[in-house]
């Protein structure tokens, strides 16, 4: 089991595709290579949200967790997601990556049936028990519709490969309460719009979309309110949230890959059936750009 220390800030890694939706592997290597080396972040979060994971098949999925291995090495901390809702196959790439060397595993709590605590708990011990590697828990309820509570997050943690949870939820007297009751697992902020209240609120780190083209003033942020500079802090957070506005409107995942293609990068397209970009996306796109970088 890799030792690395998880804490710090993650990007929420894209993944290239060619207009057909087949990998394009040379433009994902350019995205590693652009958020070790520019945006100079401390680790990368593979298989998310932000990387289309729920549309790839599972060979897909490896060949990804491949590319980003060989390309960052050891540079920085690698969290690969391996939830799924097919339990064999989140198994399956548990044992893959850790193979791999990467330093923790993570996974999304078991989405579109409802399943009970006792089946959520279930999973993760499926996932996790085999392997040795860490697992931090994906919790997203805007997505999932999976609400879990204190109590319900105190059972999971009794399994000690089970260190802490990417908290996305705006829901910041849960996080509070995490905080103050386990102060050994870790807690990473997962709303990039939410970086500095969650900083203020004691979090280990954070992980986000826009951390692939925003990863300076997100550095700063965090550094800012560690420190107690809250006001400096805040001036930050209000340009990072008008950008993340101004993302929003424009398509969220389809922006960021226009604006690294801005900076020269082949970020490609997204995987249908999300949209093909506009000629009115991909100006507005280019003004972001303009605007903000």
Do not use: W
């Amino acid at each position: 089991m890799s030792k690395r220390d998880l804490r710090g800030l993650y990007a929420a890694l894209l993944a290239s595709f060619h207009e057909d939706g087949t990998l394009n592997e040379s433009g994902l290597r350019q995205i590693v290579r652009h958020d070790i080396d520019k945006m100079k972040m401390d680790g990368l979060y593979v298989g998310g949200s932000t990387g289309e994971n729920f549309m790839l098949a599972t060979d897909e999925k490896k060949r990804i967790f491949e590319i980003v291995k060989d390309e960052a090495k050891d540079a920085v901390t690698l969290i690969a997601q391996v939830g799924s809702i097919n339990l064999k196959e989140s198994c399956e790439l548990a044992k893959f990556v850790t193979d791999l060397g990467y330093d923790a595993i993570s996974a999304v709590t078991p989405f579109y049936y409802k399943f009970s605590f006792d089946e959520i708990r279930h999973y993760y011990e499926s996932i996790i028990g085999p392997v040795d590697n860490r697992m931090v828990i994906y919790s997203i309820p805007f997505l999932t519709g999976v609400d879990m509570s204190l109590p319900q997050f105190g059972k999971l943690f009794e399994d000690k490969k089970i260190v802490g949870v990417k908290f996305t939820q705006a829901d910041f007297y849960l996080l509070e309460r995490m905080r103050k009751t386990f102060p050994d697992k870790l807690i990473f902020a997962g709303f990039d719009e939410m970086l500095l209240p969650a900083t203020v609120l004691g979090v280990d780190g954070a992980i986000g979309s826009t951390y692939n083209v925003n990863g300076p003033r997100a550095r700063q942020i965090f550094d800012l309110a560690r420190a107690g500079k809250t006001k400096e802090a805040l001036e930050i957070q209000h340009v990072t949230n008008d950008l993340i506005t101004d993302i929003l409107g424009n398509g969220l995942y389809g922006t960021i890959k226009l604006l690294l293609e801005e900076e020269g990068i082949h970020a490609g397209a997204c995987r249908e059936p999300m949209k093909a970009y506009t000629p009115e996306m991909r100006a507005r796109a280019k003004e972001i750009y303009k605007t903000y970088f």
